[in-house]
Structures are given as structure tokens and as C-alpha cells.
């Protein structure tokens, strides 16, 4: 498993990746404009070809999850936890003292990763995620990191 820091170069792969992951992938353009923005980092998981990785912002003492994607293939095997582990890192060198996320209410997997690697659920953003069967709620979750 081979975690490193990627930047603008990895735009592409990263549409891929989520294009993979999700109904409703972002695009290359989408993924730039975002790494572009003030704290962006991004972080991709390789084995033998690209499996996962995790976008997110670290300014003014918070971090936030923006998204995270791992390809179906590789799912259940360790890759979430190990990238949302490194974002903490790079986050918590970068300042920050906690880190939030939203996360699909019905995502019982992503919710299961988030509280594994020691987020709490906080909120609740109701009708957050426009999606075909009507806006779904979103579960806003939080992670001191000065422990």
C-alpha cells in the first residue's frame, strides 16, 4: 500500500477514481478548481494501479473531508482508513485542530469508516444531496485532532 501526496498533475486520475466510486462523479476541471483553493491537498493510495484517495482543505484550524473514493475493486481492504489517516496527519501539520466531514445518512459504509477512524456524528444536514429519489440528509461528522 503506497500513500503519497498528489497536486494538479493527478486531476484525471482522480475523476477516474471517483467516476468509479460514484453515480455522480466530479470531472478533472472540478477536481483542479478545488486543489486550487486556499489549504487543498489530496492524497492517492496505489498498490499496482490507483485505488483510492481523499481530497481535502486544512485553513484556519479546521480541515474538512471534501470527498473520498476508493475504487469498488478495493473496498474492505484498508485503503479508506490509511487515506482518511494520512489527511489527519497532513492536517494536523498544516495546523489544524479538528476536521469535519458530510457523509450520505444512508452510506453505512462511509459511515462505519468515519467512525472507525474516530469521527463523531455531530449533525444533521436534512435534504443535503440532491439525488433522483429526492434530496437525501447528509450526517455531519467532526474529529478532534490535538489528541
Known amino acids: 500500500m ?4 498528489v497536486g494538479l498533475e493527478a486531476c484525471f486520475t482522480l475523476a477516474d477514481l471517483h467516476d468509479r466510486a460514484f453515480p455522480r462523479p466530479w470531472s478533472a476541471e472540478e477536481f483542479e478548481t478545488l486543489l486550487k483553493g486556499p489549504g487543498a491537498f489530496a492524497v492517492l493510495g496505489e498498490g499496482d494501479e490507483p485505488k483510492g484517495f481523499i481530497l481535502c482543505r486544512a485553513v484556519a484550524g479546521e480541515a474538512e473531508i471534501l ?3 476508493v475504487d469498488p475493486a478495493a473496498r474492505r481492504r ?3 482508513a490509511a487515506l ?7 492536517a494536523r501539520e498544516a ?11 444512508d452510506n453505512l459504509a462511509a459511515l462505519r469508516l468515519y467512525e472507525v477512524t474516530g469521527f463523531d456524528r455531530v449533525g444533521l444536514r436534512k435534504g443535503y444531496y ?3 429519489d429526492g434530496a437525501k440528509d447528509a450526517v455531519v461528522m467532526r474529529r478532534t485532532l490535538n489528541s
Open 130 to 132: 440532491p439525488h433522483a
Open 78 to 80: 484498508g485503503w479508506g
Open 2 to 5: 503506497i500513500l503519497h501526496p
Open 84 to 90: 482518511v489517516e494520512m489527511a489527519v496527519g497532513i
Open 95 to 105: 495546523g489544524a485542530l479538528e476536521m469535519f466531514l458530510e457523509v450520505a445518512a
Open 67 to 69: 470527498t473520498v473514493a
